[in-house]
């Protein structure tokens, strides 16, 4: 099984209109977030995040990053 490097949660937010009636995004990233952590637990934590933005949210991801090949093979 692959062992999780990195795992990031990122918060992206709609932070006004342009001139042409389309959303503005702003991306918030959260790095260093625990490997061990479940999905559960992230969403809790991105939930909590956003109780304190003024803006409203349009996608909560998180990115996991993984070793595709282990070192020395």
């Known amino acids: 099984m692959e062992q999780v490097n990195d795992s990031r949660l990122i918060l992206t937010l709609v932070t006004g209109m342009d001139e042409y009636g389309e ?41 996991n990053t993984y070793d595709l090949e282990e070192e020395g093979e």
């Open 23 to 63: 959303d503005i995004e702003q991306r918030r990233t959260f790095q260093n977030i625990n490997t061990n952590s479940s999905n559960e637990d992230v969403q809790a934590a991105a939930n909590a995040l956003l109780s304190l933005q003024e803006h409203p949210v349009l996608y909560i991801q998180r990115s």
